[in-house]
């Protein structure tokens, strides 16, 4: 069974830095997808990986930054503001797309993590 395990989230203060991983029990994956869910809002992406390139959602791309393999992949943030509160969620799977757009999207990938809650304060 396919287990992803998301952790380091937490309460930070604006400005500080956190890291996020996401553990897939030592399966590797095509592809891997961040995304978050602020509260009232509908979950958005943030980052991916797949075949070795990364890649970000426009506005993540100064501050965030993703580092590993599908095994085990980081997500590093900096510089986070009080609008980055949310719950973090990894994703994953095996779908091969011609276009990295693809892989922003929920739909593209088969499994989820539990999600990690990340709160910053002003």
């Known amino acids: 069974q396919v287990q992803l395990q998301e952790s380091g989230g937490g309460l930070v203060q604006a400005g500080d830095s956190l890291r996020l991983s996401c553990a897939a029990n030592?399966?590797?994956?095509?592809?891997v997808g961040w995304f978050r869910q602020a509260p009232g809002k509908e979950r958005e992406f943030v980052a991916g990986?797949?075949?070795?390139s990364t890649f970000y959602a426009d506005s993540k791309r100064d501050r965030f930054a993703i580092a590993g393999d599908s095994a085990k992949i980081y997500l590093q943030m900096n510089s986070l503001t009080p609008e980055d509160t949310a719950v973090y969620y990894c994703?994953?799977?095996?779908?091969?797309?011609?276009?990295?757009?693809?892989?922003?999207?929920?739909?593209?990938?088969?499994?989820w993590g539990q999600g990690t809650q990340v709160t910053v304060s002003a």
């Open positions: 994703a994953a799977g095996d779908r091969v797309y011609s276009r990295i757009s693809y892989y922003y999207g929920d739909s593209a990938y088969d499994y």
């Open positions: 030592g399966r590797n994956f095509y592809a």
């Open positions: 990986w797949s075949g070795g």
